[in-house]
């Protein structure tokens, strides 16, 4: 395997708009040498997210970005990626629906996870619907975005358990954590394949 030193790794950007823990888990990831990511910006819509903490305690660039107008967002978030010559997005807990331009108008890779086995449950509360539904398992998945929500090529998927006694809670703890392997296995898969 090719040494990656900082100046030839791939400039990465991650999306976040709440926790951050895969955005964790990825800056952890970005620092070890095998890493084929730079994490070098970090954007989101939600001032108080608590992710923005990791920008702090990393010294890595953040921006917010106000998505009131979703148009002129979009718009600026573009004008951050080119400024910082960002080839990668990592969408991590990212909840604004891209548009079709935007997707467009990026020329690198976007990639997101999302915490179902896609193509099931895409959308908002997947844990509890894959409970409703009496599923034996969930997971998660790593995909490539395109401009239909969580349908793009999927790159990796994690299975996990569901037990009789799980709560949506418990389920997205035990999700949660295998996000935080799936990613950075899915970010080596297409890099060093
Ligand atoms: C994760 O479950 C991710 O799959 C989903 O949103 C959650 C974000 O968690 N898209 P965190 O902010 O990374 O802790």
Do not use: W
Not at 188 to 193: C, E, Q, T, V
């Amino acid at each position: 395997m090719a040494l990656l030193t900082g100046s030839n790794k791939i400039k990465t950007s991650v999306f976040i708009s709440g926790n951050g823990s895969n955005l964790k888990s990825l800056i952890k990831f970005s620092k070890q040498r095998k890493s084929p990511i730079l994490i070098q910006l970090i954007i989101t819509d939600n001032l108080y997210a608590k992710g923005l903490n990791y920008a702090k305690h990393y010294k890595i660039k953040k921006k917010i970005i106000d998505f009131k107008n979703k148009n002129l967002a979009e718009k600026k978030i573009i004008f951050e990626l080119k400024k910082n010559k960002i080839d990668c997005v990592c969408l991590a807990g990212f909840m604004r629906i891209l548009s079709k331009n935007f997707i467009k108008n990026f020329k690198g890779k976007i990639l997101n996870i999302h915490p179902s086995l896609l193509p099931k449950y895409k959308g908002l509360n997947t844990h509890q619907r894959a409970i409703n539904k009496k599923e034996k398992f969930s997971g998660c998945t790593v995909h490539f975005v395109s401009s239909k929500l969580d349908s793009g090529k999927i790159i990796l998927q994690k299975k996990v358990r569901i037990k009789s006694n799980d709560t949506p809670k418990k389920l997205a703890k035990k999700i949660l954590a295998q996000e935080h392997k799936l990613y950075p296995k899915a970010i080596l898969k297409i890099f060093n394949p």
